[in-house]
C-alpha cells in the first residue's frame, strides 16, 4: 500500500493553514515555501481541496485560502477520499482481474477479505483522525494513535464471525 504524493502533499498543505491560522488566508505561494512545495502543484492541490469543499478561496490583495470548517472537523479519511480514494473498494477486483474479464478468484477470495479487513481498519482510525489531532508532536501522535489502533483492534474483533468446531 502506499500513499500517493498528491494525497501527502494535500495533507501538508491543509496541516500548514492549521498550525499557522485556520482563519486567516493563505497563498499558494506562501505555502509552496513552506511545504517545500512547486507552486504548481500547490496551485493544482488547493483546487481539488477547494472543490472538494475542504478549503475556500479569498480574492483580493489579501487572497489565498482557508479552511472551509475547523481543523477538528476534517478528518484525515475525508482528505484521502477526496485527493486519491481508498485502498480497497467495491471496485478493486474489476481493476485487478488480470489478462481474464473478471478476476479468476471472484467466488471465493481470501485477499478480498484481507483487504476488506485492512480498510475497514485503516477507517476506523482515519475516520476517527481529524487535522487538528495531527498537530500533536510525535510522542502525542504515538499516544493517540495506540488509543485508537486499540479501539479499532477491539471493535473489529467483535465484527469478525467465529468458527465453531462441531
Not at 500500500?1 to 491560522?21: D, I
Not at 487572497?63 to 472537523?73: K, N, V
Not at 481498519?121 to 485508537?148: P, S, V, W
Amino acid at each position: 500500500m502506499k500513499l500517493s504524493a498528491q494525497e501527502e502533499y494535500g495533507l501538508r498543505c491543509l496541516l500548514y493553514m492549521a498550525r499557522h491560522g485556520e482563519e486567516r488566508s493563505h497563498s499558494i505561494p506562501e505555502i509552496s515555501r513552506a511545504e517545500g512545495l512547486s507552486v504548481p502543484n500547490v496551485a493544482k492541490l488547493m483546487r481539488i481541496l477547494r472543490l472538494g469543499g475542504l478549503v475556500q478561496s479569498v480574492r483580493g490583495q489579501a487572497g489565498g485560502y482557508t479552511l472551509a470548517r475547523p481543523a477538528s472537523e476534517i478528518t484525515v479519511a475525508e482528505v484521502l477520499s477526496l485527493l486519491g480514494g481508498s485502498f480497497f473498494n467495491a471496485h478493486f477486483c474489476d481493476r485487478h482481474a488480470g489478462l481474464e474479464r473478471s478476476c479468476t478468484h471472484a467466488g471465493d477470495c481470501s485477499l478480498k477479505i484481507l483487504w476488506a479487513a485492512v480498510q475497514k481498519n485503516l477507517d476506523a482510525i482515519l475516520t476517527r483522525t481529524t487535522l487538528r489531532d495531527l498537530l500533536k508532536n510525535e510522542q502525542e501522535m504515538k499516544g493517540f494513535l495506540q488509543q485508537l489502533v486499540a479501539a479499532a483492534g477491539a471493535e473489529a474483533a467483535s465484527s469478525v464471525p467465529r468458527l465453531s468446531v462441531s
